[in-house]
């Protein structure tokens, strides 16, 4: 079809358009997700609408099963050309050429285009394949421009191969460096990756609950952005969810590659957990890699902003009945950037927040856990 617009298609339009359309093509050219490659084609409709730009009814579709995979991959490649044609069409109405155009929106057709070409063959799925349940991960990173890119691409890399439809959830919490536009720019090259920006600074508990909050999957995992974590540990977590759905998948440090005296913090604040709020069985409170129901963590309501965060929904899973087990994980030695978990000032506020908890869940009640859709 043939779009018709009243006024020439703008510059920063050209440019968001295209921008989109590559990023939502590329995550499912390149690694067959189909979930966020269809929300970006909605968001991408939404935009034209707004711009009064008549397009057709393009949906994507999302892979529910293995087999039904390369077909869903097939139709919404299928919608995103049907999509750019109307476009294209909108531009050939109001009479613009390429040479009007952008040098950066064009490079950015030209890989749209590229992209398309590639999705002509018929989808292989990888036979790695564990689930095609919806994973959103949570990254909160604070001033991590050294390392952000390099964790973002191994979460990719890792979970095209296990989990195509995924979405990495960048939280620059405040970051003072780069890290909020090298996370921007990531989501704009790829759909899977969105960057959530809070500001000011909310510290860990408030980044990891900016990110738990812009979830959208039905399965959530957490891991820091350090590259102290090896992503390819979720894969074990990923079967046993499978497994036994509802089950949240701990993760402990089996060999802790951090300095002495932070050794010494991590298992006085185990005892004071246990102590405070009566949270046991747990090896490893604060290690940052879980996973769980995304309907198990909004049950929880958290409150917590800073260290007390794990904590707090540990001890509310436990109340609620969730079902947990624990595996050891992969710790590697911080190489780039400056931990900040170990200040003096930040050590005082956790314990203060600690307290703040306890009298805070004499009065909670265990809500019923919403069933969240099979996977």
Known sequence: MRSEVSEPVS???????????????????????????????????????????????????????????????????????????????AHD???????????????????????????????????????????????????EEAVIAETVASCVTTLAAVCPNFEIIVVDDGSLDKTGAIADAL???????????NRPNRGYGGALRAGFDSAEGEWLFFMDSDGQFDIRDIIRFLRVECDTPGMAVLGYRARRSDRFMRKVNTWGWKLATRALINLRGVHDVDCAFKLFPTSAIRACDLRSTGATVSAEF??????????MIQFPVTHLPRTKGSPTGARPQVIIRAFKELLAL?????????PAIPQAPPA
């Open 11 to 89: 510059a920063s339009l050209d440019d968001a358009f295209w921008g989109l359309a590559s990023g939502g093509l590329t995550a499912l050219a390149t690694h067959g997700d189909t979930w966020a490659a269809s929300r970006r084609l909605e968001e991408i409709t939404r935009l034209l609408a707004g711009e009064n730009i008549a397009t057709g009814a393009w949906r994507g579709a999302i892979a529910r099963d293995i087999s039904e995979l390369p077909g869903a991959v097939a139709a919404t490649a299928a919608a995103y050309a049907a999509l750019i044609a109307d476009y294209r069409g």
């Open 93 to 143: 109405s109001a009479g613009q050429g390429a040479a009007e155009q952008a040098p950066a929106a064009r490079l950015l057709e030209q890989t749209c285009d590229e992209s398309l070409a590639r999705l002509a063959a018929p989808y292989e799925p990888p036979a790695t394949i564990i689930t095609l349940a919806r994973l959103s991960v949570a990254l909160p990173a604070f001033n």
């Open 187 to 197: 989501a704009r090259s790829d759909a899977s990756v969105r960057c959530v920006h």
């Open 314 to 323: 540990l001890v509310k899973f436990q109340r609620m009945g969730v079902p």
């Open 358 to 366: 306890r009298r805070a869940l004499r009065t909670w009640q265990a």
